[in-house]
């Protein structure tokens, strides 16, 4: 893995552990030469990571839209900060550029980035892995969902393992780097069936 996009949230949350997660996925990215892509926002846990790679001497690069441009909330610190005028066109260059994703902590912009690559893995649309960093339980209750979804027939068993779940980063990302896709998805695409967006 080159190049990790990372899934926030744009606030801090009331529990400091989140920050800190956020910062210390940072230095463990720059520690193992992982390169960072991201919603290029300078506040909040999306803030805290990027700051955490300039830093460390990483390369970060930022994918805002317009509209939250113009609210400057834009991280003019980061190596590239690229402007796209929607936010599908933030979602789809992130996803271009990178060779695996992380969640951490946050709202409904991180659940639908996560739930949309998670989605694009099932239909073979691409093969990288997808974690879910697990701050202090903060998705316990996301895990069990999933649990939940398996036992009730809506979720193969082989999709839901397309969610690799730590409390721990350095596990976390041990764990994404020697990931195997499932043999087949959903709809029986398997590596020659990989599709396109």
């Known amino acids: 893995m080159k190049t990790i996009a990372l899934y ?8 400091p552990a989140y920050v800190q997660a956020a910062k210390d996925v940072g230095k463990l990215l720059v520690e193992q030469g992982i390169d960072l892509v991201y919603g290029g926002g300078s506040v909040g846990m999306m803030g805290a990571v990027a700051d955490a790679v300039i830093q460390g ?13 113009n609210k400057e909330l834009g991280h003019h610190g980061v190596t590239e900060l690229v402007v ?20 951490l902590p946050g709202g409904l912009g991180t659940m639908e980035e996560l739930f949309e690559v998670l989605a694009w893995s099932q239909l073979a649309i691409h093969r ?3 974690g879910l960093l697990n701050v202090r339980g903060y998705y316990d209750g996301l895990l069990q969902q999933l649990r939940h979804m398996v036992s009730e027939g809506l979720l193969r068993g082989e999709d839901r393992s397309r969610l690799i779940a730590s409390s721990d980063a350095s596990e976390l990302l041990e764990a994404m780097r020697f990931w195997t896709p499932p043999v087949t998805g959903k709809y029986g695409l398997g590596e020659q069936g990989i599709g396109k967006l």
């Open 84 to 103: 796209v005028e929607t936010m599908h066109e933030r979602k789809i260059k992130m996803f271009e550029m990178a060779d695996g994703f992380i969640a």
């Open 128 to 130: 990288h892995p997808c």
């Open 8 to 15: 926030c949230g744009s606030s801090s949350g009331h529990d």
């Open 57 to 69: 001497g990483g390369k970060v690069t930022g994918i805002i839209p317009t509209f939250l441009e």
